[in-house]
T-cell receptor
Framework: GAGVSQTPSNKVTEKGKYVELRCDPI?????LYWYRQSLGQGPEFLIY????????DSGLPNDRFFAVRPEGSVSTLKIQRTERGDSAVYLC????????????FGQGTRLTVV | DAKTTQPPSMDCAEGRAANLPCNHS???????VYWYRQIHSQGPQYIIH???NNETNEMASLIITEDRKSSTLILPHATLRDTAVYYC????????????FGQGTILTVHP
């Protein structure tokens, strides 16, 4: 596909469980971003990868959140011991990583913690 | 990144121009103005960006004041499909780097 793909589109999990959210960026895009969006709010930055390394993880709220991008393409956002407050839409975006290139966003994964 | 201020909501009639204002009075010389929009249940979509000159593309025009403290996004002929939340973002030009989204402006285009 031509766009950023996120799976699953919806995830319901029980409080305390572990979840993984996947992002397939656009082929050739070296930069990858994770955001989360609560209802009625703008997207909130979590982490940014340039290639395989996390260039900026300042938005990760605590050590329950972790993200990897081992081969510089697909990324997985991992959330341990989920809490009800983690419920949100998790958005992934990718870009060429060159100066001022636009970020392309996926449709997001809606995570609901019950 | 400099803070931006946008009106929470605006209305526009279909076929008319939609002019969305953004205040960024603390912008610094190396910061660009970006606009993204988010249609309901979709991820944000890039519209346009600029530094100090006015910019135009197939989607919109961006007018930046001479002192760069404010800007206006213009959708020249709004359609119902332009109903969305519009985000004005200021950031330092980087090879990549995060976007800091505010609350945005909810634009509703009426028939």
């Amino acid at each position: 596909g031509a766009g950023v793909s996120q799976t699953p589109s919806n995830k319901v999990t029980e409080k305390g469980k572990y979840v993984e959210l996947r992002c397939d960026p656009i082929s050739g895009h070296t930069a990858l971003y994770w955001y989360r969006q609560s209802l009625g709010q703008g997207p909130e930055f979590l982490i940014y990868f340039q290639g395989t390394g996390a260039a900026d993880d300042s938005g990760l709220p605590n050590d329950r959140f972790f993200a990897v991008r081992p081969e510089g393409s697909v990324s997985t956002l991992k959330i341990q011991r989920t809490e009800r407050g983690d419920s949100a839409v998790y958005l992934c975006a990718s870009s060429l990583g060159q100066m001022n290139t636009e970020a392309f966003f996926g449709q997001g994964t809606r995570l609901t913690v019950v | 990144d400099a803070k931006t201020t946008q009106p929470p909501s605006m209305d526009c009639a279909e076929g008319r121009a939609a002019n969305l204002p953004c205040n960024h009075s603390t912008i610094s010389g190396n910061e660009y103005v970006y606009w993204y929009r988010q249609i309901h249940s979709q991820g944000p979509q890039y519209i346009i960006h600029g530094l100090k000159n006015n910019e135009t593309n197939e989607m919109a025009s961006l007018i930046i004041t001479e002192d760069r403290k404010s800007s206006t996004l213009i959708l020249p002929h709004a359609t119902l499909r332009d109903t969305a939340v519009y985000y004005c973002i200021v950031r330092v030009t980087l090879y990549g780097g995060k976007l800091t989204f505010g609350q945005g402006t909810i634009l509703t285009v009426h028939p």
